[in-house]
């Protein structure tokens, strides 16, 4: 050990690096991080937390509609995105600095440079200098793909650029079907921007729940956002001041921006993983076994750069979970199967669990419960709006194996659910639950009458 000049070297001071930093150096460990932007990562300073800052800002535009149903007479309200963007950035300030103390609380260096590879013990920082380490965490997260290189593509923006746009775009052309393009469409409708959303799929949302991705689509048409499905952005030209979007059927959208929001694909380029033949997957992201150990035996990797589960609190548990295995004497597994999430649109989606369609392709019997509502918020208020709610449920054990919600505070109601469902309740544990009324939540202990029971043979 006195040969290395550190224990674990963290490449990467994002939500995952900063945890495994943190916790490993409690145990004792020497911890060196090096991060060559701003200490925080993604979430911190350009995901999550200003996404979710945004979103809380769109929201405001319906609450002043419907105040006036509730016998609220409200001047008309006027909307500043440089004082957002300036509280929104005063934020981020706070929480860095937050994390940077949370660091030397804990007597991890950090040390503000670009580290990359050299060979299974050595880090060369961008200054030049080399530190060696027993043990290596590669935490280096995403970074956004804009996709094949089309004309015009340089007048495109990503999701990192669209947190500092000195204006608010009168029209904004968003390209993509994920979280991120999902999030920002409403953020900026909410905010008065007139959105076009295109995506490549047959609907939004590949990968959840089919009867939740078209309600939410619905629902964003319903708020004045254009969804357009089965076509790319092929072309942007810029044409005095605006843009002209050309789309793969030769029709034309004029727009003040463009952001494409595609997907992200895990931040490995120029980080010397080629130089050390680190196993990377068919994603993409860097191979890692069930210990987060990489095909170099001391060399480890959480986070969206193994391209796993690419969420936040995921990205966290496997770095504790990484600091706990090797340096607290705790070997520990993180479990990818049932991880609720939340998408921040509006209206918010809180799912967990299998889809219908995964659901009846594994089991021999199920059971879906589902119900649409009117809010009652939405009673007074005039919206054109309504809740959706989904259970799944596993006909031979009565376990819950899905939930999935569309409708306010539905990431904080998924939460809970989250426990029980992780937990095995069963269909009959719901049932027997009090409800809480009135709430939207009551709905999930009170659905009764099955929507449609599924049945198959088992495999011979």
Known sequence: MADHDVDLFVIGAGSGGVRAAR???????????????????????RGCVPKKLLVYASRFSHEFEDAAGFG?????????????????????????????GTLDR??????????????????????????HAETILIATGGWPHMGPKIPGIEHAISSNEAFHLTELPKRI?????GYIAVEFACIFAGLGSKVTLVYRGENILRGFDDDIREHLRNEMQTRGI???????????????????????DNSTIAADKTMFAIGRRPNVMGIGCEALNLGCHEHG???????????VPNIYAVGDVTNRVNLTPVAIREGHAFADTLYGGKPTKVDHLNIPTAVFSEPELGVIGLTEAQAREQLAILDVYKTSFRPMKATL?????????????????????????????AGEMIQ????????????????ATMAVHPTMAEELVTMRDKAMSYGRKAAE
Not at 115 to 122: I, Y
Not at 285 to 293: F, M, Q
């Open 72 to 100: 609220w007479t409200v001047p008309a309200p006027s909307f500043n995105w440089a004082t957002l963007i300036a509280n929104k950035d005063r934020e981020i300030d706070r929480l860095e600095a937050a994390y940077v």
């Open 106 to 131: 804990y007597k991890v260096n950090l040390v503000r440079s670009r580290a990359v590879l050299e060979d299974a013990n050595t880090v060369r920082l961008s200054t030049g200098a080399r530190v």
């Open 285 to 295: 992201g860097i191979e890692v076994d069930e210990y987060s150990r990489t095909s």
């Open 173 to 177: 052309v968003v390209q993509g079907g």
């Open 23 to 45: 916790v490993a150096s409690s145990y004792g460990a020497r911890v060196m991080v090096a991060e060559e932007f701003r200490v925080g990562g993604t979430c911190v300073i």
């Open 416 to 431: 809970l659910i989250g426990i029980a469902v992780k937990m095995g309740a069963t269909k009959a544990d719901f049932d």
């Open 381 to 409: 208020s005039g919206r054109n709006t309504r809740v959706f709610m989904k259970l799944l449920v596993d006909g031979t054990t009565d376990r819950v194996v899905g939930c999935h919600i569309a409708g306010p505070d």
């Open 226 to 248: 254009t969804v357009t499905c089965g076509h790319t952005v092929d072309a942007i030209e810029k044409v005095g001041d605006e843009l002209m979007v050309r789309l793969s």
